[in-house]
């Protein structure tokens, strides 16, 4: 699984977490 991809997703997901 290429890490690069799992940490964009796992950002992604933190930031929209902190907007909701």
Known sequence: TPDALVAA????SDRLWCLS
């Open 9 to 12: 997703v796992e950002a992604e």
